[in-house]
């Protein structure tokens, strides 16, 4: 059972917010056990400490693989079984990924496979699509990559700067991420990211 999840955020976590509020229903069938930020003065950690939920910060090294322990390390502590990257701006090495196996789930504000990386937003209106969206996925060990769990598109519309999409994007993810997760928890997902019959 995936009843015990821990979120990794970087800064504001809207969606780490998204989060709680859908956990605190006792049906939801998971609770978020602890916070990881990378950074102390993410934003999300004050969340996390407003709805008393236990944070841990685990500064990030130049060594990937030590900081990739380093959060293992407290994953174990915590007896966490899924793992959330709501906002996390890290690239977990591969032993997180061999550890939590289809169990790490991470929110992507592009449709991918355009546009991965720290800057998708950016990235799409400097394209000039004329949509772009939400993927919610399993991670693999490489970039903002791994089976698409769900997609959502949101239109760019014309005059549109980053704060204005990224507003919009936001309200889709809020509703997106909560839902995968939801039947993440639910043991509604196949290995390959779709929904089980
Ligand atoms: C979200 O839009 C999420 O999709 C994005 O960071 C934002 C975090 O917002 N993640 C990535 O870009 C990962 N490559 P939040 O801190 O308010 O939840």
């Known amino acids: 059972m995936i009843d015990r ?4 955020v970087s800064g504001n976590g809207t969606n780490l917010q998204a989060l709680v509020d859908a956990t605190a ?10 916070v990881v930020s990378d950074r102390p003065d993410a934003y999300a950690l004050t969340r996390a400490e407003a709805a008393g939920i236990p944070t841990e910060v685990v500064p990030w090294s130049p060594d990937r693989t030590r900081s990739t ?10 007896e966490v079984k899924g793992v959330v990257l709501a906002g996390f701006m890290r690239i977990l090495g591969p032993a997180a990924i061999r550890r939590y196996p289809n169990r ?4 992507h ?16 209106l ?4 004329k949509v772009t969206g939400v993927t919610v996925h399993f991670v693999d060990e490489e970039v903002d990559h791994g089976p698409i769990i ?14 204005s999409l990224a507003a919009r994007i936001h ?11 939801g039947d993440f928890v639910a043991g509604r997902l196949s290995q390959a990211g779709v929904m089980s019959p």
């Open 5 to 8: 999840l821990a979120v990794l």
């Open 150 to 163: 769900a997609q959502e598109p949101v239109v760019v519309e014309p005059g549109d700067d980053v704060e």
């Open 109 to 124: 504000p592009s449709l991918l496979p355009s546009f991965a990386g720290s800057k998708a937003i950016e990235a799409a």
């Open 69 to 78: 322990k380093a959060v293992i390390d407290v994953l174990e502590r915590y």
């Open 25 to 34: 229903d006792p049906g939801f069938g998971a609770s978020i056990v602890v």
């Open 171 to 181: 309200i889709v993810e809020h509703v997106l991420l909560p839902a995968v997760v």
């Open 126 to 129: 400097a394209h000039g699509v």
């Open 104 to 107: 790490i789930i991470n929110v």
